[in-house]
């Protein structure tokens, strides 16, 4: 792993890396829900209503994968140093936060019809808009370091990431830890609870998200690099 620390050798990979993942991503998402949309049946008690979920349970997954991607670049910053690690962790702040807003957006839109409510504090939209508070106090955390002359984040972000990953398994865990509006599982080891003929176009949906997400996640990184290159010259220049 530490010979891609070098951001040279990081660059290199990368730029070709992100166009691999941005365009597949686009025709899987486009794919998944043209699918979700025109070609599966409607709910026979949700109806048409359910198609959200194409667009719902994939910003679910990043928003807590995009969190615990932070966790991970955090203790690898303070335990290892690597020095990339406090860039990705600044990277993937900004879309695992646009991606939690998603899906507390079309939760609630989905609430609405099926539960009578745009909103309701239950385990799991509670512990959901608690992980995009922790988004923006990480960012604010972040944009305060660079400010501050710190090419990624500061050790205390870090840390902060680190701890606000205890929500993770809250989130994941609360519908059935708590009696709660929001429907249980419905994809586990054991099996899935959604048909099968609804179930085909989320996993176009989920791949081809995912794979969007990482390709943002390289475009911020590169961007961070180039403009921590940009200022480390420009101090030059000043001292010079």
């Not at 660079?146 to 984040?153: E, F, I, L, P």
């Not at 099996?191 to 003929?197: K, L, R």
Request: charged residues 10%; contains cysteine; glycine residues 12%.
């Amino acid at each position: 792993m530490h010979r891609f620390a070098n951001p040279a050798r990081f660059l290199k990979i990368a730029r070709p890396l992100t166009g691999w993942l941005l365009w597949p991503g686009i025709l899987l998402l486009l794919a998944g829900c043209a699918s979700g949309l025109f070609l599966t049946p409607a709910d026979y008690l949700q109806g048409n209503t359910v198609r959200i979920l194409y667009i719902h349970v994939p910003a679910a997954w990043l928003g807590m994968a995009g969190w615990t991607g932070i966790a991970v670049s955090g203790l690898m910053q303070l335990v290892w140093r690597h020095p990339l690690a406090s860039v990705a962790g600044r990277a993937i702040a900004a879309p695992g936060a646009l991606f939690t807003a998603i899906c507390l957006m079309t939760g609630s839109i989905w609430g609405r019809p099926t539960w009578g409510t745009w909103w309701e504090w239950d385990g799991r939209m509670t512990s959901m808009l608690v992980l995009l508070f922790l988004y923006l106090g990480y960012i604010a955390l972040a944009n305060g370091s660079a400010r501050q002359g710190q090419g990624g984040v500061s050790p205390v972000t870090a840390i902060f990431g680190l701890v606000g990953a205890i929500n993770i398994p809250i989130i994941n865990r609360s519908v059935v830890w708590w009696n709660s509006l929001h429907q249980g599982p419905s994809i586990t080891m054991r099996g899935s609870s959604i048909d099968g003929s609804l179930l085909w176009p989320l996993g176009l949906t989920l791949f081809g998200f995912t794979l969007l997400f990482a390709a943002i996640v390289l475009m911020r990184m590169r961007a961070i690099l180039a403009q921590n290159k940009v200022e480390a010259r420009m101090q030059r220049l000043t001292r010079g």
